[in-house]
């Protein structure tokens, strides 16, 4: 869990709104003035909650949050698609009865539907495929939410940046702002960091990430146009088989390895990240890699790899070697390690061996719900006025997967200045069913794969 700092008595909304608004001056409020300002809950108010996007990992992170201590109450819910939503409403109210209170207009369906169900919360859930994710971030903000997000936090170098300018804004506002990489809620990980972070393995030589396995769902354009009784349009289809489209999902390097990618830059910071955001935050100075697409070959799967592999340099001269795969039949692993000086580490395993030689106890190990945790954290943030935003790292984290999929689609070694400064905005221009899309397939309904060597990705 975070140690953010404890207020010392816990305050009232009322009270929270007066000391946040002298912080604030009088100019920047009245640039408020139009917003509804959710800033804080007191212990004893309910706090209202929207879920955008209502898919699995959003429909989970609402039965979190209605879970977490307190009073709560869903109010409103958005999805692209309708269906998506009334499936995720049934399964929360059937779990929730009382908490959930979303009446057919509080249920908003499209591409602008989450400006809608912002406006009507407290405290904003996220979930949707991350390339949305600047763009919803930045308008919760904008209408002073708490939020949690899902990782990744963006999918290019222009989505972090505006993911960055946002948690800045947020920390002015005084949001609160969770991330859903919830390995820093997860026990193992917090007290095998800890140590790593007090020398158990002296000076970090290298570190390992692995998410290798053999892959994840794919929705096909026929079962899309069964559901809608046509041929959907290419936006419909892209939509909805979204894993497969870099500009949706990042490519699985993005999707999942953020996770592993994510445990090493948190080793790598050497203490806990800062939620004002004004520690600098540790990151390579250039990344090489490879990868490719050898068995992911079928037209609905879309643009992305199967396989990268990377190296990423830090200043100080140690190097992450890294690793994702989505390839059945072969060698599996979710995991993270690190070589010191003095031994060695398996990060989610809380093993060290050499001079600090350590074995993380069984209650360290097992019991743990992080996702539950990672909700608990931030909802006590929330209600008791505790610093907290993990949109700092999680931006970062996420540029660590961009910084990868650049190398490996270029061929290239890609500097990390030119990475985060890259002006390459994968995004379409205008959100649409029937609106163009940033890739398109050709007759044959295949689309084109990066090639390293050609591909120009910064
Ligand atoms: N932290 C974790 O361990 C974890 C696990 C699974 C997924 N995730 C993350 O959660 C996010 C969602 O993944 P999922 O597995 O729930 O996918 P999903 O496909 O089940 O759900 C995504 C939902 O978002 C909706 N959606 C798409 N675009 C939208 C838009 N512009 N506005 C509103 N709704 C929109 C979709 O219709 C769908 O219902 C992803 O970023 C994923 O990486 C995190």
């Known amino acids: 869990m975070t140690s ?11 009270g929270f709104l007066q000391r946040s608004s002298a912080a604030l001056g009088s100019v920047a409020l009245a640039n408020l003035a139009t917003e509804r300002f959710a800033l804080g809950a007191s212990p004893g108010d309910t706090v209202k909650i929207a879920l955008i996007g209502c898919g699995g990992r959003g429909s989970g992170a609402a039965d979190q949050a209605l879970s977490t201590s307190g009073s709560t109450r869903l109010v409103a819910m958005a ?20 908490k959930v209170e979303v009446p057919e207009d509080k249920k908003f369906v499209g591409f602008d539907a989450y400006k809608q169900a912002i406006a009507l919360a407290d405290v904003v859930i996220l979930a949707t495929p991350p390339g949305f994710r600047p763009i919803h971030f ?16 963006a999918v290019d170098g222009p989505g972090v940046r505006k993911v960055i300018a946002a948690a800045e804004e947020a920390v002015k506002k005084n949001l609160k702002v969770g991330v ?36 994840v769902w794919v929705r096909s354009r026929a079962d899309l146009a069964k559901k809608l009784g046509r041929p959907p349009t290419e936006m419909e289809y892209q939509m909805y088989n979204w894993y497969y489209f870099v500009w949706l999902s990042g490519d699985h390097i993005c999707e999942q390895h953020i996770h592993n990618l994510d445990v090493i830059q948190w080793v790598k910071q050497g203490k806990p990240y800062d939620p004002t955001g004004k520690t600098p935050i540790v990151h390579p100075v250039k990344v090489r890699g490879m990868g490719g697409r050898q068995v992911r070959t079928s037209k609905e799967t879309g643009e992305i790899f199967d396989h990268h592999a990377c190296q990423y340099e830090y200043g100080d001269g140690s190097i992450l070697f890294s690793e994702c795969r989505h390839i059945p039949q072969c060698w599996s692993s979710v995991s993270e390690y690190v070589v010191g000086t003095k031994g060695n580490c398996n990060v989610g395993s809380g093993v060290i061996t050499g001079a600090n030689a350590w074995r993380a106890p069984r209650e360290v190990r097992e019991g743990h719900d992080a996702y539950q945790i990672e909700h608990n954290d931030l909802f006590d943030a929330i209600r008791n006025d505790k610093p907290y935003n993990e949109a700092f790292f999680g931006a970062y984290s996420s540029m660590m997967s961009v910084i990868g999929r650049m190398a490996t689609y270029s061929g290239k070694e890609i500097l990390w200045e030119d990475a985060w400064n890259s002006q390459i905005d994968v995004m379409p221009k205008t959100y649409a069913w029937d609106a163009p899309t940033p890739v398109n397939p050709d007759k044959d309904g295949v689309y084109s794969i990066a090639v390293p060597g050609k591909t120009i990705t910064v």
């Open 4 to 14: 953010p700092q404890k207020s010392p008595t816990p305050v009232s909304r009322r």
């Open 79 to 98: 999805d692209a698609f309708k269906e998506r939503l009334d499936g995720s409403l049934g399964m929360l109210k059937n779990k929730h009865k009382d």
């Open 138 to 153: 930045e308008e919760a903000v904008r209408q002073g939410k708490h939020v949690f997000m899902e990782k990744p936090v």
């Open 180 to 215: 859903g990489l919830q390995r820093h809620h997860q026990p193992i990980y917090l007290e095998t960091i800890k140590r790593l972070n007090d020398g158990a393995v002296g000076d970090i030589l290298a570190t390992r990430a692995f998410w290798n396995d053999a892959g």
